[in-house]
């Protein structure tokens, strides 16, 4: 049992970062992350560096509960109808912790995006190519509450270091911006709090339970993303060997972006996803993990268009 014990606190850091859903989700397309690194913990002091690609194709328009059939739409329109963005997400984080109770991480991300779309009054599509860093987060975590250590809060900023002037390349809509919430970056600067427990159900299996909330402080140039809270709930079944199965629920709710520059009729969504997640003990200090996201409910505002599932794949190294 001490051993399995020891297993779930290595293993801790990678299960507790595994796939939430991104932070905007608007009408324009924006990204729905796996956001890994940024929302784990760790047991034991010392660097680990953790390196995913995230991959998934925003092509299933949607609205409220139900798809829409944009087959029969007859343009132009008074109505903006989103074609497609293929997200390609790549993403850097570095995990340090301190001593048994405090830590600190900071993720990094770049986005790979193309995008197509039909503004309204338009009858020929437009299109845009992103490639840039997006918006930095660091947070702090603490784990010192219980002398178990398996329960702890976390805090933090998400920086605006992504851009936000990124323009349509070509196109009736060449040469104007591109839409807020298909920018790399919000403009904003974002509050992170959350909370976390984890723990063993039995010597086969344990568990763990999130709650990380976002909430914009600022804005940038008529522009601001809606508060947005993320829960993840997982199980994971230890053995001895070096694959280890994971099961997740991710859930992520947010409100209506707010500004003149916002997509205000066409933002704000509650999601939820089923992940199922396998990790790899290549070496005692290098795992890798694949995971796939699928959708068990969706409910948007307006019209946004979703993904039908998402795909990551990352290597993760303690030092």
């Not at 606190?9 to 989700?25: E, I, K, Q, R, T």
């Not at 199980?235 to 994971?246: A, E, S």
Request: charged share 15%; proline share 6%; with cysteine.
């Amino acid at each position: 049992m001490k051993k399995l014990h020891r297993v779930a606190a290595m293993l801790a850091p990678l299960a507790l970062a595994l796939p939430s859903l991104s932070w905007a989700c608007s009408s324009c397309g924006c990204t729905l992350n796996s956001d890994w690194a940024s929302q784990g913990f760790k047991a034991e002091e010392g660097l680990s560096l953790d390196l995913r690609f995230d991959t998934f194709i925003q092509n299933d328009m949607r609205t409220g509960t139900g798809r829409v059939n944009t087959s029969g739409i007859t343009f132009p329109t008074d109505q903006e109808i989103q074609q497609r963005t293929t997200n390609r997400n790549t993403t850097l984080a570095a995990d340090y912790g301190f001593n048994a109770d405090w830590g600190m991480a900071v993720l990094l991300p770049y986005y790979d995006r193309p995008h197509s779309t039909i503004a309204p009054g338009d009858t020929d599509i437009s299109t845009s190519h992103s490639s840039s860093i997006g918006d930095l987060r660091v947070l702090g975590r603490y784990q010192g509450f219980s002398p178990e250590r398996d329960w702890g809060v976390q805090f933090g900023l998400k920086l605006p270091t992504g851009r936000t002037d990124v323009n349509f390349s070509n196109g009736p809509q060449a040469g104007q911006p591109l839409d807020r919430g298909l920018q790399p970056g919000t403009g904003s600067t974002d509050l992170l709090l959350g909370i976390y427990r984890f723990g063993s159900i039995n010597e086969n299996f344990d568990y763990f339970a999130q709650a990380l909330l976002q909430v914009p402080l600022t804005s940038k140039d008529a522009f601001k993303p809606g508060v947005g809270a993320n829960l993840t709930a997982g199980v994971r079944y230890l053995t001895d060997g070096p694959v280890v199965p994971h099961l997740q629920l991710n859930v992520r709710t947010e409100r209506r972006e707010t500004g003149a520059n916002a997509d205000a009729g066409n933002s704000g969504a509650t999601l939820v996803y089923l992940s199922p997640v396998v990790t790899w003990s290549i070496t005692e200090k290098l795992k890798a993990y694949g995971v796939v996201q699928l959708p068990l409910y969706q409910r948007v505002t307006g019209y946004q268009l979703e993904p039908k599932y998402s795909v990551s794949v990352g290597l993760h190294h303690a030092f």
